[in-house]
């Protein structure tokens, strides 16, 4: 009989191309991930993993037993969701993911209230980019996932992921309150061809739009200084050293020295999802998050 934790481990380190990765994945150790791998490869009587370089690949055997054990996965991920919802539990464990402004506005207040009102539910939670998210959700290495897009900037999702639109999120330009842009009510793309923008690193959704929030002005946004998190740009726009894009969800306080300035043509929106199996949809667990988040937006929205 194959061990299914053993065929987790062994999905995991063909999503993550290494042993070491899967491991921080599953939050195993690296010994105990090659253990469940060993143990696989003696009940199935062939190898599974071989050695390239310094990292490891799938044989033959290995990639048919993972692709065909993930659609064994997620029926029984399927059965186990439709179980607990006969018996209307909210129980087990969540591994929830989410990216950073999300995490500090949106999920931290939830995760607070879910333990106080579900105590039988223990939710992980685990910060990452969008696409890493999408990425871990669809290989069933995180239950739920919280993502954003930006405008038309494409974030591809599996069809077998359900998206729920939680919120609709603006961003401000951030500007020194002696900045002459301080002044303004609003501004345009046009208006801020000459500044100095600190930014998030190349290759970033937050970046790729505000590229493309400079589509009409035929110009590239100047960057001076390139920081991976908003209080960092925060902290840099303090010190006069240029402006920043930032979005309003999981702000810090501005202070007495920063003033936000509303973006027009085009308002520089993103949309708030979040994303789960399908064969999950019937898990009182994940349905119970789902509407924790979309109410803490309802709240967010109603103040």
């Avoid at 020194?176 to 998030?200: C, F, G, N, S, Y």
């Amino acid at each position: 009989m194959i061990d299914l934790a053993s065929l987790v481990a062994l999905r995991a380190v063909d999503t993550h191309g290494s042993v070491v990765a899967a491991a921080d994945a599953l939050g195993f150790t690296p010994s105990a991930v090659s253990q469940q791998v060993k143990r696989l490869e003696r009940q199935v009587g062939v190898p599974l993993l071989e050695r390239v370089g310094r990292g490891v690949m799938l044989t033959h055997a290995g990639r048919h037993l993972v692709d065909e054990g993930s659609r064994l996965l997620a029926d029984m991920e399927s059965l186990e969701s439709r179980l607990h919802e006969q018996a209307t539990t909210v129980a087990g464990r969540l591994r929830l993911t989410a990216f950073s402004t999300a995490m500090r506005g949106m999920v931290a207040p939830v995760a607070g209230e879910l333990r106080t009102a579900h105590p039988d539910l223990a939710l992980t939670l685990s910060e990452r980019e969008p696409w890493d998210t999408v990425d871990l959700v669809a290989t069933g290495h995180s239950e739920i996932g919280v993502v954003h897009s930006w405008g038309d900037v494409p974030l591809s999702i599996p069809d077998h992921l359900v998206t729920t639109e939680l919120h609709r999120d603006i961003a401000d330009v951030i500007a020194h309150r002696d900045h002459p842009l301080a002044q303004l009510a609003k501004v345009t793309p046009h208006d801020l061809v000459a500044e100095d923008w600190i930014a998030t690193p190349e290759g970033t959704i937050c970046r790729q739009w505000l590229n493309r929030m400079y589509a009409g002005t035929g110009q590239l946004p100047r960057i001076a200084h390139v920081s991976m998190e908003f209080d960092s740009h925060l902290a840099l726009v303090r010190a006069g050293l240029g402006i920043a894009l930032i979005p309003r969800m999981g702000r810090a306080a501005l202070g007495g020295d920063l003033v936000a300035v509303r973006v027009v043509d085009p308002v520089p929106t993103r949309e708030i999802l979040a994303l789960h199996r399908r064969t999950m949809a019937a898990s009182p667990a994940v349905n119970a998050v789902l509407t924790a988040l979309a109410a803490q937006n309802s709240a967010e929205a109603s103040d």
